[in-house]
C-alpha cells in the first residue's frame, strides 16, 4: 500500500492519532504495513482476509502487517504479542475488534489514557493521551503463535519504532512472556542498557532501563482474562504504575 492509498484508506489517522502524516514515524507505519517478509505469516494474514469470519462477513480485512497505535511522542508504550486474526487483521488497528482489546482500552480509558473505552474500527475517533500501542510481531499468526524466527524477523521494525519514541519515551508495560522475551533484545538495540543476565518475566516486574522504567504484566489474552489470572483491577494497577512512571496524569 502506496502512501495515498494508505491516507485513503482513513488507518493514517488512527495510527498515528494527531500525529503529522509526514512524521517519521507515519513513514515508519507504512513500510511496515507493506512488509511481507515472512512468508507463512503473508499466507495466513491474506487467507483469513479471504474467508472471513461469519460474523464479519460484510467487512472488508484489513489483511496486512499492523502498525503501531498512538501518538509519536508518546511517553508510555505498550507492548504485547501479535494482531489477532479476526481482530487487528481485520480492522487494521493493535488489540481492535477483539476481546483482549476490550479488556485492554476499557482499561486505559479507565485510567485516563484514552478517550473512550472501547476500540471497534480504525475510523471509531478513539484516541490515546501519552500513549503508543504496539508489538514484536505484526502479522496475524496462526494459532496465535508467532515462531522465533517470526519474532527475530520483526523485530528491526519494533527497534525502529523504539528509537522514534525515544526522546519521549519514559516507561514501558510488556503484556506477556513471549513480547517480554521479544521487547527485552529490542529495547537493548534501540538503545536502552538491559541488565545482564535478562530479568525474567513476572507479573507486576518493574526494571529500570536508562532513564526508562519496564513493567511486565500478565498479557489480555482470553485465557487470562476469562480465568481470572488477570483481573481488570490488576491491569488497572500496572497501567496506573506506568502512567505515573512515564509522567502522564
Not at 498515528?16 to 503473508?42: E, I, K, N, Q, T
Not at 500501542?133 to 499468526?141: D, E, G, I, K, L
Request: aromatic fraction near 8%; charged fraction near 25%.
Amino acid at each position: 500500500m502506496g502512501g495515498e492509498a494508505f491516507r485513503r484508506s482513513g488507518l493514517a489517522r488512527a495510527y498515528g492519532g494527531r500525529m503529522d502524516d509526514s512524521s517519521a514515524l507515519a513513514r515508519l507505519d507504512r513500510r511496515v504495513a507493506d512488509c511481507r517478509a515472512c512468508p507463512r505469516l503473508v499466507e495466513w494474514r491474506e487467507e483469513v482476509a479471504r474467508t472471513k469470519r461469519a460474523a464479519f462477513a460484510d467487512w472488508t480485512y484489513w489483511g496486512r502487517p499492523v502498525p503501531g497505535f498512538g501518538p509519536a511522542d508518546a511517553r508510555l508504550a505498550i507492548i504485547g504479542l501479535a494482531p489477532a486474526a479476526h481482530g487487528g487483521n481485520r480492522t487494521g488497528r493493535m488489540f481492535t475488534g477483539d476481546r483482549s482489546g476490550d479488556v485492554l482500552y476499557q482499561a486505559l480509558y479507565d485510567v485516563g489514557l484514552a478517550s473512550q473505552p472501547t476500540s471497534v474500527s480504525a475510523d471509531d475517533g478513539l484516541e490515546l493521551y501519552g500513549v503508543r500501542v504496539t508489538a514484536p510481531v505484526h502479522c496475524a499468526p496462526p494459532a496465535n503463535k508467532p515462531t522465533p524466527g517470526e519474532r527475530d524477523t520483526c523485530r528491526p521494525w519494533l527497534v525502529q519504532e523504539l528509537k522514534l519514541l525515544r526522546p519521549a519515551l519514559k516507561a514501558a508495560v510488556v503484556l506477556g512472556a513471549f513480547g517480554w522475551q521479544a521487547a527485552l533484545p529490542a529495547f537493548t538495540e534501540a538503545g536502552w542498557t538491559v541488565p545482564r543476565p535478562r530479568p525474567a518475566f513476572a507479573h507486576g516486574i518493574r526494571v529500570p532501563l536508562d532513564g526508562l522504567e519496564l513493567f511486565g504484566c500478565f498479557h489480555v489474552s482470553q485465557r487470562n482474562t476469562f480465568t481470572g489470572r488477570l483481573t481488570p483491577r490488576m491491569l488497572r494497577e500496572v497501567l496506573r504504575t506506568a502512567a505515573d512512571a512515564a509522567g502522564l496524569p
